[in-house]
């Protein structure tokens, strides 16, 4: 479908430029809330997230898709385009793979003034088993011309964004695409996916932000030319305001999260505990590269002590660290923070941008000790 601008026809939500003056939700955030969905913190205890409580996002609305009828269109600037059936596909090499996959938005809602989107706090995150079959063979058998230069990927999903009516479209590199962990996915931990998921079938891109693996995939083409679409120029850029083009957002950075120890207080979610010998705990993940260090601070970062390590749950994702407290009572601000295996360290603050992308300051947890 061609999309087509329809400006002026919705309102605008606070003051127009996005931003939030208050701290205050809009009732229009709030909504975006309930349908979306956060991987509660302490399902960080699993080392692969049931679906039930794997975070989610979703653009517009849920297609209703009959996998009878699906058909995956290959094509665009290839020698052999094809319509392939769900059954095609999976005629095809089958792999099974952990992937961590995180929001861009993660933790939108720390910054301010906040951007005004999807209001998330740490939640948007989540690592399942995904089975399918790597993308680049069906490249490889479709003939990818010399001239093509991206592959773009097109959802069933369509809504208005930005004043234009679009189907949600995204685009990858002819090198990133073609890369061994990227995948064409109909199965998430052993099961068909749900609906809300991208049944029948979705792109998975392990170590990129959310966002790029497309969900209720309709449409493969090879093309000429950078593609230019709202979701790609308009939206998902790191940027200062909002004439500023930005840059992409594209790899997960370095996280750890903490596990928060304790029970919560019902509204605040501040922890309560008793005094005495507490073991914290978490994950950490950092995209493509590895996590090589996991620090954490019960004096709001004024010292640091190494956490012990467990094994990745797999090469793109997260690996669990643990550390024993001695909870003594009072007011603590327990801290966590990781360092990937190039040396980039969870800042203490993050640096500001427009659309509230990439955030990933230390994680922070309220706790008194009885």
Known sequence: MINERVEGLFHAVGG????????????????????????????????????????LLIHFDIPYLDADTWNLEVGGLVANPVSLSLDDIKSRQSVTMPVTMECAGNGRTLLEPRSISQPWGLEAIGTAEWTGTPLGPMLEDAGVDPSAVEILFTGQDRGVQGDEIQDYQRSLTLEDAN???????????????????????????????????VKWL????????????????????????????GEPVDLIRVRALMIPPG???FLTRTRLLDAGPVTLEGRAWAGRLGVDRVEVSANNGESWDDGSLEEPVGKYAWRAWSLDWDATPGNH????????????VQPTDQPWNYQ???????????????
């Not at 990781?338 to 040396?343: L, M």
């Open 179 to 213: 890369r061994d962990e990227v995948m064409l996915v109909y199965e998430m931990n052993g099961q068909p996916l749900q609906p809300q998921h991208g049944f029948p079938m979705r792109l998975i891109v392990p170590g990129w932000y959310g966002m790029t693996s």
């Open 356 to 370: 509230g992308m990439g955030n990933n300051m230390v994680h922070r947890v309220n706790v008194v000790v009885r």
């Open 218 to 245: 309709t449409k493969i083409e090879a093309i000429s030319e950078h593609f230019d679409g709202f979701q790609m120029d308009q939206t998902y850029r790191y940027k200062q305001d909002a004439d500023d083009p």
């Open 16 to 55: 127009g430029d996005r931003m939030a003056s208050t701290d205050m939700f809009h009732r229009e955030e709030v909504q975006l809330a309930s349908r979306n969905r956060g991987m509660p913190l302490e399902a960080l205890k699993y080392n692969i997230t049931p679906a039930g409580m794997h975070y």
């Open 333 to 344: 601000i327990l801290s966590v923070r990781a360092t990937d295996s190039e040396g980039n």
């Open 263 to 265: 029970i919560p207080d």
